[in-house]
C-alpha cells in the first residue's frame, strides 16, 4: 500500500495530524519527486478505498512503543522501513505534537515532516536528519507570535522532545512583538522538533 501526500483519506497519526500533512512538501511537489511511503496493507486498515475518513489503521502505542523494546524482540518484530517511519511519527505526534496543538488552542501548520532520501538531499538536508526517519518536523503557526509561542510552550509544557530548533529566528532577541499588528504578522523562520521513540531524548534546544 503506497501512502502518499495527495492520499484521499485522511490517515491520523493522532487527533489532529494526518500521515498525508507529514509527506507533504512543496518542493517534492514543484520538481515531482516521490515523497510516499509503502507500508503493508494490514497497517493502513485495508488497501481498498472508503468513502468514510478512517483511524490510522491498526498502528497502536504498542506499535510505537515496540521501537524501545530490547533489539532480541526487535529481531523478532523487525518492522519494515515504511511502518517504521509510520510509527515514529506517530509517536512524535502523541508525544509532542497533540500536547502541543491542545495548550496551543489552534491548529499548527506543518511545514515538512517525513522526507524520502532524495528529497532531503535536493533541500540540503543533513544526511543524518531525523526528517528522514519520520523523527522531526517542522512547523509554525498563524502569526511570528505564535512562533515564538509555540516554541516557548514546548519548553514549558516538558515535552520529550530531541531537539528543538529555532531556525532562521531567535526568539532570545526577539521579545514578543509590542504591537499588535507585528504579533499578526505572518511567521519568519519555523520551529524544527524532533522526538525519538527508540531512544534517548536529549532535549537539546539550539539557535540556527
Ligand atoms: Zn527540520
Known amino acids: 500500500m503506497q501512502l502518499s501526500p495527495q492520499g484521499r483519506r485522511p ?8 500521515l498525508q500533512e507529514m509527506l507533504e512538501s512543496e518542493t517534492a511537489e514543484r520538481l515531482e519527486i ?7 496493507p494490514s497497517v493502513g486498515g485495508g488497501s481498498e478505498p472508503s468513502p468514510e475518513p478512517v483511524e490510522g489503521g491498526e498502528l497502536t502505542e504498542g506499535d510505537c512503543s515496540r521501537n524501545m523494546t530490547s533489539p532480541a524482540s526487535q529481531a523478532r518484530h523487525p518492522l519494515q522501513k515504511g511502518e517504521l517511519i509510520v510509527a515514529n511519527l506517530k509517536a512524535l505526534c502523541l508525544r509532542v505534537l497533540e500536547p502541543l496543538r491542545e495548550a496551543y488552542g489552534k491548529p499548527i501548520h506543518i511545514n515538512s515532516g517525513y522526507r524520502s532520501h532524495r528529497l532531503n538531499y535536493i533541500i540540503g538536508g543533513s544526511p543524518t536528519s531525523q526528517h528522514l526517519k519520520g523523527q522531526a518536523c ?3 503557526g498563524a502569526t511570528h507570535g505564535d512562533l515564538i509561542k509555540l516554541f516557548n510552550l514546548i519548553q514549558s509544557l516538558g515535552l520529550p522532545f530531541d531537539q528543538l530548533i529555532a531556525e532562521k529566528f531567535d526568539p532570545r532577541k526577539e521579545k514578543m512583538p509590542a504591537t499588535k499588528a507585528s504579533a499578526g504578522s505572518a511567521p519568519r523562520g519555523w520551529i524544527h522538533v524532533s522526538y525519538r521513540a ?9 539557535y540556527r
Open 198 to 206: 527508540d531512544g534517548k531524548n536529549r532535549k537539546q534546544i539550539l
Open 34 to 40: 516521490d515523497n510516499s511511503i509503502k507500508i503493508p
Open 11 to 18: 490517515f491520523y497519526l493522532s487527533p489532529h495530524f494526518t
Open 138 to 140: 517542522d512547523l509554525v
